[in-house]
């Protein structure tokens, strides 16, 4: 094992440069298909399940008998009820005049639907009301023979009677919802609000499609300039098409943030560490490669990211760097006691590359445990968080020596070769050592008390409701907000539940059940 060592570190001095070389090569490529990957974010509840779970294979069926379930809802606030009937009346004629790719209908009343009603109204009463009229009416053309005729030899005393008042109530309660339209459109009770619906064709997680809809909705609303009709007025957006957007810009935004503030503490807390400039960003560097590297393997092995792994990035970086850590400060310690940087490099790799190997093995293999999952949230976690750690490991063990050789031979890296005396650290040991068995008890205590909070959190682990999940600005100032002024519209949401069979017969069984 010593003489492969040897052997390893004389090729590493030897071929730096080429190591290097290659480093950047596969860096940069690996950079190219990391940012392919995480361009293709899918942030979608679809993309968390298995592919074979029933409700995927449903909604993919569904889609090509239903579709247009996606709808980008526009809604209008102002005091003008005339002027906002207007601008709807403008919007709904824009959107209308979208490729039928991205509008598959628009819809801002009922007035088509309220006409066939009214015709068509006696058609929609149920059988046993009509049998009972009917029953009713004979009934009570008897009573009035008998009545008139005083020879009857079968005479009817008792009146039959018709709750026909019930009659009206039961179906005016079934027609509300068209009556809660005076003039047709599509507006609250208090005729504050009004709204216009446009129907995504296609898929109904398809981000492009989303987008272009999004964007042709909010650049049409633009172009008409609300407050020319009403000062007022108001315009907000919502609907599945909204909130996809929404989230998935959400998701993005604190991907960048999280990514950003993880490289600069790990970089400042490792500069604040080791007090070198170059040594920290060697580290670092070498860091990055490793992760490029994680993420363009993971384009070909998983092609996107959902919503659980897009924060991988901050896992990769702050898991990644403990091998090139431990590694770099046995360097370090070895420099600072006057130890040849040739002498040095071999010591530190020897000393720390089985332990971080074993590490980086249990690591990876416990990410790879969830492959055996099939919640894909969890699967292509386990994928990607195995191939990090293997790879983090390979680069701070091939592109990290390569570059303290490179600052070495360019006198780059200053190390002092004085002991480093650790004041918290020693105090820290010191106290250990005095204070064991109360630090003992505490531990045991900690177990027993931990173990009756997690039964309680067991009884109810997860969170059931997804709006939860939904990001603040969202709620606050977007889609969520607006939501609510649609639903005070409709009084009920919109987005259906679709319950599928394989034959007409079972469908109208099941419509009968739902009855």
């Known amino acids: 094992a010593a003489f492969s060592l040897s052997r390893y570190c004389r090729w590493l001095r030897r071929r730096y440069g080429q190591i290097l070389f290659v480093s950047l090569i596969l860096s940069l490529v690996g950079g190219y298909y990391s940012v392919k990957l995480f361009a293709n974010l899918r942030t979608d509840l679809e993309e968390l ?35 906002s009937l207007r601008f709807v009346k403008d919007v709904s004629a824009r959107l209308r005049e979208l490729p039928k790719d991205l509008v598959a209908r628009v819809e801002d009343n009922i007035i088509k639907e309220r006409d066939f009603f009214m015709k068509n109204r006696f058609l929609y009463m149920d059988l046993e009301d009509w049998e009972g009229i009917e029953d009713y009416l004979r009934t009570r053309y008897r009573y009035e023979r008998s009545m008139r005729n005083k020879y009857s030899l079968s005479p009817i005393n008792e009146k039959p009677e018709f709750d026909i008042d019930g009659l009206k109530k039961k179906y005016s309660q ?8 005076p003039d047709g459109y599509f507006i609250s009770r208090d005729g504050y609000s009004r709204v216009v619906l446009a129907r995504l064709p296609g898929k109904v997680t398809d981000m492009t ?9 909010h650049k049409i609303v633009a172009d008409l300039n609300p407050k020319s009709y009403a000062p007022d007025m108001v315009v907000g957006f919502n609907g599945d098409v909204q909130n996809v957007v929404e989230e998935q810009r ?13 490289t600069v503490l790990v970089t400042l807390a490792v500069m604040l560490y080791f007090k070198s400039f170059y040594g920290a960003m060697a580290l670092t560097i070498a860091l990055f490669a490793g992760t490029a590297w994680t993420f363009g393997l993971s384009y070909f092995a998983v092609g996107y990211l959902n919503a659980n792994t897009a924060f991988l990035g901050s896992i990769v970086l702050g898991n990644g760097i403990n091998f090139g850590i431990i590694m770099i400060a046995r360097y370090f310690e070895e420099r600072r006691r006057g130890v040849s940087w040739t002498h040095a490099l071999p010591r530190a790799i020897g000393h720390t590359s089985e332990a971080t190997w074993t590490a980086a093995a249990a690591a990876g293999l416990s990410y790879l445990s969830l492959i055996l999952t099939d919640f894909r949230g969890f699967n292509q976690f386990g994928i990607i968080g195995g191939i990090g750690m293997a790879m983090c490991w390979g680069a701070s063990f091939t592109t990290l020596p390569a570059l303290l050789i490179f600052l070495e031979r360019k006198k780059l890296l200053k ?21 064991y068995k109360p630090i003992f008890i505490l531990t045991i205590v900690s177990i027993f008390v931990s173990v009756f909070y997690i039964r309680e959190l067991a009884k109810d682990p997860i969170e059931m409701d997804l709006s939860k999940l939904r990001s603040k600005e969202s709620l606050e100032h977007g889609s969520g907000f607006w939501s609510k002024k649609v639903d005070k519209i409709f009084e009920m949401y919109l987005t259906p539940t679709l319950v599928m069979t394989t034959n007409q017969s079972d469908a109208l069984k099941v419509a009968e059940v739902l009855r």
């Open 174 to 181: 079934r027609s509300s919802s068209i009556d809660r339209f």
């Open 250 to 262: 959400g998701v993005v935004e604190d991907l960048v943030t999280s990514t950003v503030a993880c």
């Open 415 to 435: 190390i002092k070769t004085v002991e480093v005396k650790n004041v918290l650290m020693r105090s820290i040991g010191r106290f250990v050592e005095y204070a």
């Open 49 to 83: 399940l298995p592919e074979n779970a029933p409700s995927i294979r449903d909604m993919k069926s569904i889609m090509g008998r239903v579709g247009a379930l996606n709808h980008l809802s526009i809604v209008v606030e102002s005091k003008d009820q005339v002027a």
């Open 209 to 217: 499609s989303n987008n272009r809809l999004s964007e042709a909705g």
